[in-house]
């Protein structure tokens, strides 16, 4: 049974093969070599005039079957001028710079207060309204600050000068 069936496909391929190769070599153009067909005679064409008549491709399709549709209208674009942006420089307000100083130590007085203070390898013993090297002049001292001024901005900062007693 089962050569039977080994048999069976083999026929039915074949048989499928020759039909899909025989519409292509038998139905296909008539022979070049036939002169008449169901009586009319057609003119026989040798090999150099078939190479000198170019081939004419089958037409494409002209008409879109499924063409594109909307409901609305088109949009429409707006048009887009670009305009060069004045940017304005920023300036910057000047700032004073970081206070030199390091609070050493204070000496109170019943009259006066005086502190301590570092810059470097220097060290200043200054009161209320005295000027530091023509740069800062000392406004107020208090408990916890010490009120600054930064003579060349009229810039007010402050340092603290430890708790309060």
Known sequence: MNSQRAM????FLGLSAA???????????????????????????????????????PRAATRDLFPSQRWSAAPTLAKVT?????????????????????FVGRLDDRLD??????????????RQGDVIEDTYRIEQISATELSLVYLPLHLSQTLSVGSAP
């Open 8 to 11: 069976m496909w083999i026929g």
């Open 82 to 102: 670009e305009q060069p942006v004045a940017v304005a420089p920023v300036i910057a307000a000047p700032a004073a710079p970081v206070l030199p100083f390091q």
């Open 19 to 57: 039909l899909a190769w025989a519409p292509g070599h038998w139905v296909g153009q008539p022979p070049a070599d036939s002169v008449t067909t169901q009586g009319v005679k057609v003119p026989t064409r040798t090999v150099d005039q078939a190479r000198s008549v170019p081939a004419v491709a």
């Open 113 to 126: 207060q005086q502190v301590f203070l570092q810059d470097g390898e220097k060290l200043y013993v200054v």
